[in-house]
């Protein structure tokens, strides 16, 4: 346990270095808050027929590698087969691709989560997606997940905005 | 004779200019100068120069890197904002470089210095000086500089372009401003060389180094995004305002030389200088001509386009250091065409 606490320490210092390219201004060490609503469907690939999903997600985060990584939780609402039910889980995007508008900063980014999530139906889904981040406005995801309590898929699209303010620059030359 | 230093806008190759003085001083350990005209970049480098601090002025030109002077930003954050670009690290720079202490050597060496920048509210450019008693012009505003707040707040508002950088409020700590939250830009929007200050302010004698080239470049590329289009806007604007400040001067001088080249000819025919001068003096109606003799103007300006990205807004040490040689092989051609009649400086 202690090698692979180790391990993951130095992987994340690793990246950390790796990562710190000032230039770069997605995911840069900030709080960060998106309300997505999410709707797809939850199958196990057989005959029977396939559930609807859609619902609202609530998703805190935190950069803890700038430029890379961004570590959170989910707090899902969403209804299916009928029920309106709840999960939460722990969330991790890393930033893959930066859209620069050089040389006057960028225009959004596209990142990949990874998340584990309980529900209140005994549900236990770990997966993950591809989101597009447009003007760290607006994002646009797909995602994956596989419930390996109840045997199921979770395959979602899901379309969100930021609702945390973004940081004000502090203009110390007009005060 | 007075002799001026007028130093154009071009953010990073402003080492350019680096490299002219750099040869200039070398070779004329004498060389001074009565006034010092800066827009933007050059507002940055006159009050060093005025102070002989060129070691400082070198090493400012071929260290920092664009991190240093502005932040880029995700530009969906800067929608509300007042540009693209975040200058506060300019900012800092300005502080840690242009302190009270400097400034206050300034005032008592008596160094002319005049900052150009242009007030958004009025769309005038104003002038911010060190000079207690400048000319009083039609066409722009001129206000003396009363702390070193507001000194700081000049250089850094001139440096300022427009949408790419804050605006700044420079007399907002200024006792008794009737406009304290006025905002004020690059003076490069109005002017791009301060050529015009330095002969309101009696200058005779007048180096003026632009930054921008003097050839047209061709380029045989598309551009294809909305970027890289506004970037070349930025560039032809800067350089149209650029060859409009030296055609007024240069048709100004020609009037001079012309009114000069009459009233020898005058004379040389017998009428006497009081009744030539009573003639070319009409009362009632004042002319920029008047009591003024012909200019010496020169110029130095890089051959070809100098780079440092939009605005002149990358700052890369390793090309600044290229623009630095390259001024100081211009200043060489100079130093070698002169005749030595017409150094009245050495």
Not at chain 1, 66 to 93: C, E, H, L, M, W
């Amino acid at each position: 346990m202690k090698v692979i606490t180790h391990t993951l320490l130095l992987c994340l210092v690793c990246i950390q270095l790796k990562a710190q390219n000032k230039r770069d201004t997605e995911f840069p060490k900030e709080f960060i808050m998106h309300v997505k609503l999410h709707n797809g469907l939850v199958t196990n690939f057989s005959n029977l027929p396939e559930l609807y999903t859609g619902g609202l997600q609530f998703v805190p985060q935190y950069t803890i590698v700038p430029q890379k990584i961004r570590a959170g939780v989910i707090t899902d609402f969403y209804y299916t087969n009928k029920k309106i039910s709840a999960a939460f889980g722990p969330t991790f995007s890393y930033k893959i691709k930066t859209f620069k508008a050089a040389p006057f900063g960028s225009l959004g980014n596209i990142n990949l989560n990874v998340d584990h999530l309980w529900g209140t139906n005994r549900e236990k889904l770990i997966g993950g997606g591809i989101n597009a981040d447009i003007a760290n406005k607006i994002v646009i995801g797909l995602s994956f997940h596989r419930d390996y309590n109840l045997n199921t898929w979770w395959v979602q699209n899901s379309i969100g905005i930021r609702i945390s303010s973004v940081k004000k620059t502090i203009e110390i030359f007009n005060q | 004779m007075s002799r001026a230093l007028v130093i154009s806008g071009g953010g990073c190759k402003g080492a350019f200019a680096v490299g002219i003085l750099k040869r200039l001083f070398a070779e004329y350990p004498g060389l001074n100068f009565d006034m010092f005209v800066g827009t933007s970049t050059g507002a940055l480098m006159a009050p060093l120069v005025a102070l002989g601090e060129m070691g400082m002025v070198e090493k400012l030109y071929t260290t920092q890197k664009t991190e240093n002077v502005v932040l880029e930003n995700r530009l969906g954050d800067r929608i509300n904002s007042t540009s693209i670009f975040d200058a506060s690290p300019l900012w800092q720079q300005i502080v840690e470089n242009y302190t009270d202490e400097r400034y206050n050597k300034v005032v008592a060496n008596g160094k002319k210095i005049y900052i150009t920048t242009t007030c958004l509210q009025t769309g005038q450019m104003v002038v911010f000086t060190t000079d207690k008693t400048p000319a009083t012009p039609a066409h722009y505003q001129i206000e003396t500089i009363v702390n070193a707040d507001q000194f700081r707040k000049a250089i850094m508002a001139s440096a300022c372009q427009p949408v790419f950088m804050q605006p700044i409020k420079i007399n907002l700590h200024v006792p008794g401003s009737p406009n304290p939250n006025f905002q004020y830009v690059d003076g490069g929007v109005r002017e791009y060389a301060g050529i015009q200050m330095a002969i309101d302010n009696g200058a005779t004698e007048i180096f003026t180094i632009l930054l921008s080239s003097a050839e047209v470049e061709v380029e045989d590329i598309e551009y294809k995004n909305l970027f890289s289009i506004l970037q070349k806007t930025i560039d032809i604007f800067t350089d149209d305002v650029g060859k409009n400040d030296l055609i007024i001067p240069q048709q100004f001088n020609e009037a001079l030389q012309y009114i000069d080249a009459v009233k020898k000819k005058m004379m040389s025919n017998g009428v006497a200088e009081i009744d030539i001068n009573n003639y070319f003096s009409i009362s009632g109606l004042q002319t920029p001509y008047e009591s003024k003799k012909p200019l010496k103007l020169y110029q130095f300006q890089p051959k070809a386009p100098l780079g440092g990205g939009p605005g002149g807004l990358s700052f890369d040490p390793v090309e600044m250091q290229q623009m630095i040689s390259k001024g100081e092989g211009i200043a060489g051609e100079f130093i070698a065409s002169i005749n030595t009649g017409d150094v009245t400086w050495a």
